[in-house]
């Protein structure tokens, strides 16, 4: 079991920045594939951004050139900056570890989630 702790939300007016952090626990945190999701209200849980234990990235398209993923393991800590900020970013955000125990299946791990309101 991990436990994932989000740092970093807030209030923001449209084109403003703003960055998130999760510390994960434990001692395996290079193992684990690690995310940002948002989910607004009346709306499904959907991936922002990923980073491979290898450093490799993956973005929404809605997100691309905007936000930036980045992960520090000596930390135990995934980042995600994002600027640019749209009111369509409002959602609460949550991070996300992944453990594959074989090519396709992995155990998911969720943080409790931190708010983020963009103004127009």
């Known amino acids: 079991q991990v436990q994932l702790v989000e740092t970093g939300g807030g209030l923001v007016q449209a084109g403003g920045s703003l960055g998130l952090s999760c510390v994960a626990s434990?001692?395996?945190?290079?193992?684990?594939?690690m995310g940002w999701y948002r989910q607004a209200p009346g709306k499904q849980r959907d991936l922002v951004a990923s980073?491979?234990?290898?450093?490799?990235?993956n973005y929404a398209d809605s997100v691309k050139g905007r936000f930036t993923i980045s992960r520090d393991n000596a930390k135990n800590t995934v980042y995600l900056q994002m600027n640019s900020l749209k009111p369509e970013d409002t959602a609460a955000y949550y991070c996300?570890?992944?453990?594959?125990?074989?090519?396709?299946?992995?155990?998911?791990?969720w943080g409790q989630g931190t708010q983020v309101t963009v103004s127009s």
């Open positions: 996300n570890a992944r453990l594959y125990y074989n090519r396709r299946d992995a155990y998911y791990y």
């Open positions: 434990g001692d395996i945190f290079s193992r684990y594939v």
């Open positions: 980073i491979a234990s290898d450093g490799s990235t």
